[in-house]
């Protein structure tokens, strides 16, 4: 037979026993909880990953884009120039030719 100490140690194990079970059971739910915020941020961060991909590429291809038009635009400044020098050239050799012809008459 077991003594009243004896009994009342059993009976305060089995407390103590509860109350760690309840308290791993209750760590448990906060892990689990933990892990689905984890989860949850990782996939946000690789979403805002994606975009800034998404984001560099577009700006990577305005960049050629700008430099292109930049090009295009440096050689058509180049053909106005060329093309403006010709006409002057033309219209001096016309000038000089019809003064030549005044000259003759």
């Known amino acids: 037979m077991l003594q009243d100490n004896e009994v009342k140690r059993i009976v305060e194990a089995i ?9 791993s059971s209750d760590m448990r739910d906060q892990l689990e909880s933990l892990q689905k915020r984890w989860n949850s941020l990782r996939q946000e961060r690789d979403q805002v990953r994606a975009s800034l991909d998404t984001i560099h590429q577009t700006l990577s291809q305005m960049k050629v884009d700008y430099q292109a038009m930049m090009k295009t ?3 058509l400044s180049s053909t106005e ?4 020098d010709n006409v002057k050239f033309l219209l001096d050799e016309l000038t000089s030719l019809l003064k030549k012809h005044e000259l003759t008459k």
């Open 73 to 75: 635009m440096t050689d």
């Open 81 to 84: 120039d060329t093309v403006l």
């Open 15 to 23: 407390s103590e026993y509860k109350e760690l079970v309840q308290q």
